[in-house]
Each structure stands twice: as structure tokens, then as C-alpha cells.
């Protein structure tokens, strides 16, 4: 999340403290918090069965990742892909059959190329490679059409007094402003799970050894290469090559990397996806961003000078000549080890280090342009892009959106497990379907040693993708607290998950395909004047399957 109002939030705060009690309680009978792309899915589907729904949103802008520059869709096998979420891919078709939504570019231009599937699927009305605007425009459609009732730039309250527990149920939640929600069932649709925190859910952050659940993949991996993101050279990690005793480079960690297999409480690296143009008429060149040292990229010069050619290999193409560019490479978008803290920090805290990543990212990018060390081929390519002028235009054409591929995961009654996202069990209950790559960025950039003393080069840690045997079903009692914890709550984005098999969850579809099962579920808990947990699992199922939800195959 973009958290650029906190210092009007704090004063605002404040400045109301004395009027909390005057309040008026805003009531409905879901409360949704998180503005993500699940948020909404849920919302749409709560009206649709009848229900009254607001959505307290921390976002001013609407549908997380999918419309803050993630528009090449992890799509895995987009046959799992059903529901809201496939209505979603399918009103992007129908704005790209429309001749004006092609400025930039003609449509026949566009190379067409998805995730293993074509970006514009004629045979099933689907379009899987989108511009960020466009995305938002179709969840403020859903809002619209929906009449759904959002309140936006409201943050919860994370302190002792910000939620009201009855009986083992939330029934009620105050935000920063002093307004108080209240509900019968509530969701928790944010990337970060404040909500199922604040309520005392059981939750864990970091990887776990692979011990907890007999895995394979979880934990420290040192030494293993799933992708290219690693030193494929030997680089020395001195400031003054091959000499310790001149300091570490910017960006490598002085700490050991653990023991292969251990637990930690490191998480996968965040960045921003970026959304970049090459067309002259909409392209904003990369400017000195404030406090830029050319030093810390120094690094980045080494990997150049080893021969590495890689630079543009995920500057993925998206409709008008734009792109969604994410993280490749040993030495790229990804902020490696600066995000450790940021599951469990204050808002001041995420604001500041969601800054950080932002002036590193756009620190990057103005050293390929700019530094005499970046080769002159890829300099000039590189002079060639810049921020799009028509996309984030009330936030400087940047990302609204951190990439936060992982933060607190929720301990349930059911966790999913390396062998489940893998397609080598049977989930019990489905509620929805992945199918996605186990895919965990690096956590930590380290000096590689060997027989414990150090040695000259430098290693990344954490970078797995291990694809599933076949899609998966994911069980409805992983989006489900403990019912000693909390009775009302659903979690369809924080969900019961091992860090590895999240690595696979974790995607924008499925988030979407969780958050309206969450809704269903909800709903009929409300219906049945009983608890999510105790809905029969067989009337659940009747009612996802009539929403077109996948929930085998």
C-alpha cells in the first residue's frame, strides 16, 4: 500500500481523539477491510446474495497489485481461473476490443504474449495483460454497478482499543479517524492481515524449517538456483575488490545465511512492479531521485562487467507500449533484506521503508541510464524507457502499490503445505484453485562462505520456483482462524499457508477467486444464524459451484 497520507492521518487523529464517543457506528452486515483486488470480489459477491457490505479501504485507489502495475497475470492454468476473478480478465477483453483503448499502439502491434497463454484469448473472451488504469477502471466498475459502499484512506486502529471482541467475535472495528465499523461477519482482504492481528488470530512470519511440515523447499536454501535471480560469476563483496577489511558493498548483508533448511524470519523481497513506455510522447525519463549515491550500485556495475547481458529479459510487454517490469537478475528491482520488519511495523514505520524502496528502485534505474559503468548498449536501450505519463498521475506516475509479496501468513485450521500447493494430496474442502509455480523471490544477499570462514564472492539466498505436479484445490478451512480464536473472520489473502506454499497462493487471481468464496461463505453463515466454521461443507460447495468457481479439476 501507498502510505503517502500518514502524516494528514496522524494529525487527523489527533485532532479527533476527543470525539471518538460522538461518533456515528457506520453498520453493515459484512465488513470488508483492505482495498486489495480480494476486497472487492468479496464485496460484489455479499451484494449479490443480498447483503449489505462496506469496504474500509487504507487505499485510496482500488485493486491492490492487480491495478498498482502488475498487468503480465501470473496465470498458471487459467482453467482454475473461475468466477469474479475470470469475470475481471474478461471486461479487460472486452476494453481492448474497443479501437480507443489502443492510444499508444495499434492492437494488431501487440506481440500478444501471456504467461504460457496468449494475452488476448479470443476462444474464452479473456484478456490477461492489461495496463494498470485499465485494471482500475473495472474495479471501480464493480463498485459502481454494485452500488458498494467504500470508505477509503481508513487505517485501523492496531492498538489494544481498535477492536471490540464479544464472545470470541469481533463486533466492531475502529479505525484511525475514530469511525467505528461494525458487522456480523468480517473479512480481512489486506496484504499485511492488521485485522486478523488485531483480533488475535494465531499467524506466523518468516520462513519455517523445513521440519514444521516436512518440506523440502521452505527454509534457508543456500545453494540452490531455481531461476537466474543469483551470482552466476564470482563477485567480490568488498568495497575494495578481494579486501575485507575495506567494508561490505552497499546491499550484501554482513550476516551469515543460516543453516540450509532452518528456519528464519526473513520474508521473500518486495519491489514495485513498474509500469514503463517507450513511446516519445508518453514517456517520462528517469530523474536523480533524492539522496542518490552512485555507490550503491556498484554491484550492479560488477555483475555488467562479469558479461551479464540480462537487463531487459522481464520488461514484459503490456498493451500501448508499456510494460509491467519486475525483478530479474542477481542485482535488479528487488530491495533484498530491507523489508524484514515490515509485516509486524507501525504505519510509520511501512511508510518509511515503502520509501525506501521506492527511491532505491527509481535510484536504479537512473544509474542504467545515466552511469558510465552500465555498457553503452544497455545505457542507450535503457534511454529509451521512462514512467508512463497517462498511468499513477496523482502519484507522480509511480506505483501506488509495494509489491508485498508476503507478510504475516495466518496459523488456521487447516494450513497448506509444500505437498498440497504441489498437487500430491487431496485438500480437503476446496474453495478455490492455484496452479502457479512454488515461486519465492531472494530474502537475503550474503558473503558465501566456506567451511566458516569467508570467502570472495558474493551469493543470493531464497529464490525457488518448483513447479506443481497439477493445479491444486485450496481448503476452505485455510481461510479460516482457529474458532477459539475468532468466530466471524475470514482471511483470504493472509491465508494458512507455509511460506512455500504461498509462494504459489499468493497470486493476484487466486486472491481474487479466495475473497468471493470468503463472501459466499459469509453470507451463508449470516443466512444460518451460525459460524463460518460450521457451515456444511456440502451446501458451501453447491453455492460456489452455481458462482462458477473451479474448485477441482
Not at 487527523?12 to 453493515?28: E, G, L, P
Not at 488476448?120 to 495496463?131: Q, S
Not at 545515466?370 to 496523482?394: A, C, T, Y
Not at 509511480?398 to 498440497?420: C, N, S, T
Amino acid at each position: 500500500m501507498r502510505y503517502s497520507f500518514y502524516k494528514s492521518i496522524f494529525l487527523y487523529v489527533f485532532f479527533f481523539q476527543n470525539t471518538f464517543a460522538q461518533t456515528k457506528i457506520r453498520k453493515a452486515d459484512v465488513i470488508i477491510y483492505g482495498g486489495t483486488s480480494a476486497a472487492i470480489t468479496a464485496a460484489v459477491q455479499v451484494k449479490k446474495m443480498g447483503k449489505s457490505v462496506i469496504i474500509v479501504s487504507p487505499d485510496k485507489h482500488l485493486g491492490g497489485l492487480s491495478s498498482g502495475g502488475l498487468g503480465f497475470t501470473d496465470t498458471g492454468n487459467k482453467q482454475v481461473i473461475g468466477g469474479l476473478s475470470r469475470e475481471f480478465y474478461q471486461r479487460l477483453y472486452t476494453h481492448y476490443q474497443n479501437t480507443n483503448s489502443w492510444k499508444w499502439q495499434k492492437r494488431e502491434e501487440y506481440g500478444n504474449k501471456g504467461q504460457g497463454t496468449p494475452a488476448l484469448d479470443g476462444a474464452n473472451r479473456t484478456m490477461w495483460i492489461f495496463e494498470p488504469h485499465a485494471a482500475e477502471q473495472v474495479f471501480e466498475d464493480f463498485v459502481k454497478e454494485n452500488k458498494l459502499l467504500v470508505y477509503r484512506n481508513e487505517w485501523l486502529d492496531r492498538s489494544a482499543k481498535g477492536i471490540t471482541k464479544t464472545s470470541g467475535s469481533i463486533r466492531s472495528f475502529r479505525t484511525l479517524s475514530g469511525q467505528v465499523y461494525e458487522g456480523k461477519m468480517f473479512i480481512d482482504a489486506t496484504y499485511e492481515g492488521d485485522l486478523m492481528a488485531a483480533a488475535g488470530v494465531s499467524y506466523h512470519v518468516g520462513r519455517e524449517a523445513n521440519s514444521v511440515y516436512g518440506e523440502k523447499w521452505n527454509g534457508v536454501q543456500t545453494e540452490v538456483f531455481q531461476h537466474g535471480h543469483h551470482f552466476k560469476a564470482k563477485i567480490s563483496p568488498y568495497i575494495v575488490e578481494n579486501d575485507p577489511k575495506s567494508g561490505l558493498l552497499p546491499e550484501v548483508s554482513a550476516e551469515p545465511a543460516g543453516e540450509y533448511g532452518s528456519g528464519d524470519n526473513k520474508i521473500q523481497a518486495y519491489c514495485f512492479r513498474m509500469c514503463l513506455s517507450n513511446h516519445p510522447e508518453n514517456r517520462i525519463p528517469f530523474a536523480k531521485p533524492d539522496g542518490y549515491d552512485p555507490a550503491r550500485y556498484e554491484l550492479y556495475a560488477r555483475v555488467f562487467a562479469s558479461g551479464w547481458r540480462e537487463t531487459f529479459d522481464k520488461f514484459d510487454a503490456i498493451p500501448n507500449r508499456k510494460t509491467d517490469t519486475n525483478n530479474h537478475g542477481p542485482f535488479s528491482t528487488d530491495y533484498i533484506g530491507k523489508n524484514y520488519d515490515y509485516p509486524e511495523a507501525s504505519y510509520e514505520r511501512r511508510q518509511q521503508i515503502i520509501k525506501e524502496h521506492e527511491l532505491y528502485q527509481k535510484g536504479l534505474m537512473y544509474f542504467l541510464q545515466n552511469d558510465s559503468r552500465v555498457p553503452n548498449d544497455v545505457k542507450e536501450k535503457m534511454q529509451q524507457w521512462g514512467l508512463p505519463k497517462d498511468e499513477f498521475i496523482d502519484n507522480g506516475n509511480w506505483p501506488h502499490q509495494l509489491y508485498i509479496r508476503e507478510a504475516r501468513r495466518m496459523i488456521g485450521k487447516f494450513v497448506m503445505k509444500e505437498a498440497d500447493a504441489l498437487g500430491k494430496t487431496v485438500v480437503p474442502n476446496p474453495v478455490g484453485m492455484g496452479s502457479y509455480a512454488l515461486d519465492s523471490h531472494n530474502a537475503q544477499r550474503y558473503v558465501k562462505t566456506t567451511e566458516g570462514r569467508p570467502d570472495v564472492y558474493v551469493q543470493n539466498e531464497g529464490d525457488i520456483g518448483v513447479h506443481p505436479d497439477k493445479p491444486y484445490s485450496i481448503a476452505y478451512e485455510s481461510i479460516l482462524p482457529k474458532e477459539n480464536e475468532c468466530k466471524n473472520l475470514l482471511v483470504p489473502v493472509c491465508v494458512s499457508s507455509s511460506h512455500i506454499a504461498y509462494g504459489s497462493i499468493r497470486m493476484e487471481p487466486v486472491f481474487m477467486i479466495l475473497g468471493q468464496s470468503a463472501a459466499v461463505a459469509a453470507v451463508m453463515a449470516i443466512n444460518a444464524k451460525t459460524i463460518p466454521h460450521k457451515i456444511p461443507y456440502s451446501k458451501l460447495k453447491t453455492e460456489l459451484l452455481k458462482e462458477k468457481q473451479v474448485l477441482e479439476l
